[in-house]
């Protein structure tokens, strides 16, 4: 039953749900300027923080129960499907079906569905998925093709949150007279600084991280196994296939919502 939550992803939201309000709780309930803002009656801060913390946890959980990019069916079997209607299409079945100059597709060996380019199998999961970025045990759930953007805006809402909380935190440590009496006053709040501190630095890297991979359209699976990833062993170190320049790069990823062929982008960049 534990291994079968854990599975799930049960405990692991439960845990970041735990987590965001009892340290939310912290800053409120000690002389926090958040409180002090409230006792003032000035309730304008801590509603802005609170609606952040919201919208944090919700964000959590879109990125962490939505589909990923999962292939339930498999793309040849769909084309040729398509195709055998219209026996006069074959010119146009073969200019979808990657050519010897492009790697061809892969069958997955765990569900032996066919994969397309820049398809991974997560076997945590257990299912093939498009533009496979990586498994986050945070979310639970892998970063694919149709919520990388949200985890991206989801790591940026979450960053301002733990900044702000962090700021709260600062604000509300009291002086003592003795180390002593000043670590037994402060702890819950010195606790909270550092698990924020923690998960600042943390979120900061990954957002870092990821806004670089997006603006040269390159995945974390992509960037860190380049040399086992058959479409792009032929290309150097500096050299990537799918990069379109860093704008076009960052409009595609953040503003165009539809499933990408990135054979016929690879093959045009093989015939250029
Ligand atoms: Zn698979
Ligand atoms: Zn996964």
Redesign the pocket.
């Known amino acids: 039953m534990p291994r079968s939550l854990f599975r799930s992803g049960v405990l692991v939201r439960v845990g970041h749900t735990l987590l965001t309000w009892v340290t939310t709780l912290v800053l409120f309930l000690h002389d926090t300027d958040l409180r002090k803002n409230e006792e003032r009656g000035d309730l304008l801060l801590p509603l802005l923080f609170f609606l952040l913390v919201v919208l944090s946890v919700l964000l959590y959980f879109t990125v962490s129960l939505m589909d ?1 990019g999962f292939i339930q069916t498999d793309v040849m079997k769909t084309l040729l499907r398509h195709f055998q209607v219209d026996e006069e299409s074959n010119e146009e079945l073969e200019s979808m079906i990657p050519q010897s100059s492009t790697p061809q597709l892969r069958r997955c060996g765990y569900c032996f569905l066919q994969q397309p380019m820049r398809a991974k199998h ?1 076997q ?2 257990n ?1 093939c ?1 498009r533009r496979f970025d990586h ?1 986050c045990p945070w979310i639970e ?2 970063v694919g093709e149709r919520n990388h953007r949200w985890f991206i805006v989801y790591l940026l809402v979450q960053l301002l949150t733990l900044l702000w909380a962090l700021h709260f935190a600062l604000s509300g440590i009291s002086p003592s007279n003795s180390w002593e009496s000043w670590f037994r006053v402060n702890i819950f709040l010195l606790a909270t600084l550092v698990l924020v501190g923690v998960f600042s630095v943390v979120t900061a890297v990954l957002l870092c991280s990821h806004l670089y991979l997006a603006s040269i359209n390159c995945t974390t699976w992509e960037f860190m196994s380049s040399h086992r990833i058959s479409y792009l062993k032929n290309y150097g170190d500096e050299e990537n296939p799918f990069d379109q320049g860093v704008l076009c790069n960052l409009w595609d990823f953040f503003c165009v919502c539809r499933t990408v062929a990135w054979e016929h982008i690879y093959r045009q960049k093989q015939d250029h």
Do not use: A, D, G, Q
């Open positions: 990923p997560c945590t999961c299912h998925v498994h759930n892998c």
